[in-house]
């Protein structure tokens, strides 16, 4: 389970690779891939870049999500695989079920399907749509996603029918797809409490975070009595020396691995429930960082 009451879980955000303008390494992330598998970390992210930008902050040029979860699905066999996050207001959500329903079943149950609104005016613009209006599409989209990732399957047409003259294939098969907001998504905490099972959204400091989760609690209370995750990600620049002391940086945290474990026993304290590692490698590799992580910290937290 990715999310749990009483635990914290440990994902890795992919590509994991310089951020310079380069095209994602495909094989050097499945190798990523199968390495986190094997070391036992929980969860796999992958986002939703459709184009890319001068003006963007990330320089990357990101794989098609589905196609890259594919691939993930093919090369591991117990880590979670996640979206971090499709932007829904600019996908068609019957597409987007059919692609969750087919990377459910691929995977054997194992994916976790994580939904944003995106912030970028000028990539709502390329894709014929207003930013302005991107609250009431969530909404839309999100509801028609849900109804056809149910037991029930209903598949709902553009004026709010259901069609029963048509069906998504693969099934469920025995299996869930659960949906997270991911950042606010232009929605109200209580609109999150009531519609995902869990929300996640980017690092702050964890004074600033303390005040981010009684929010969402306060929203869960109006809303239901079943658990609700919290999760986010942390850029991460893991030191050789394992005594440096944690330094705060831009969306995360520079460290050695004592500073990390506690770091992350305050956050696993504060009621964080998962915390998904952008890893900045200066100088050390991916994979070296996670077998530290996996052989020093994970042990120390679980």
């Known amino acids: 389970m990715l999310f749990h009451p009483d635990q914290l879980s440990f994902g890795i955000v992919l590509p994991a690779q310089t951020r310079t303008h380069a095209d994602v390494q495909f094989d050097t992330q499945l190798q990523i891939a199968a390495q986190a598998d094997r070391l036992g970390f929980d969860a796999l992210w ?3 870049v459709p184009l890319n930008s001068e003006d963007y902050p990330d320089p990357i040029g990101h794989s098609d999500p589905w196609v890259l979860l594919g691939a993930l699905a093919a090369v591991t066999s117990d880590i979670r695989l996640a979206t971090g996050a499709i932007v829904l ?7 987007i079920a059919k692609a969750a329903l087919s990377t459910a079943a691929l995977s054997k149950g194992r994916f ?16 014929g ?16 996603l849900a109804a056809a990732l149910r ?18 294939r693969p099934g469920l098969q025995q299996v869930s797809v659960p949906m997270v907001a991911v950042g606010s998504s232009s929605q109200s905490l209580e609109w999150i409490a009531r519609h995902a099972t869990a929300w996640t959204t980017y690092y702050r400091s964890l004074a600033v975070q303390k005040d981010r989760l009684a929010l969402w609690h306060n929203a869960q209370a109006k ?3 079943d658990f609700r995750g919290f999760g986010q990600s942390m850029v991460l620049e893991l030191l050789d020396n394992p005594q440096a002391a944690y330094e ?11 500073g990390l474990i ?18 900045i490698t200066q100088g050390r590799s991916p994979g070296e960082v996670m077998e530290e992580i996996a052989a020093d910290i994970l042990p120390a937290l679980r």
């Not at 207001?89 to 597409?95: A, D, E, G, Q």
């Not at 939904?115 to 894709?127: H, I, T, V």
């Not at 992350?264 to 952008?278: D, K, P, Q, Y």
């Open 46 to 48: 992958v986002r939703d």
């Open 89 to 95: 207001p600019l996908r068609h959500p019957l597409h």
């Open 112 to 127: 976790v399907l994580g939904l944003g609104s995106g912030d970028r005016p000028s990539e709502y613009e390329m894709f």
């Open 129 to 144: 749509q207003d930013i302005e209006n991107r609250k009431a599409l969530f909404q839309s989209h999100w509801e028609r």
């Open 151 to 168: 037991a029930d399957q209903q598949v709902i047409d553009e004026s709010g029918r259901v069609r029963n003259d048509f069906a998504i």
């Open 223 to 225: 809303i239901t009595t």
């Open 248 to 258: 705060e940086i831009d969306l995360g945290g520079k460290t050695g691995r004592r």
């Open 262 to 279: 506690g770091a992350l026993s305050a956050m696993r304290e504060a009621g964080i429930h998962h915390v998904a590692f952008n890893l």
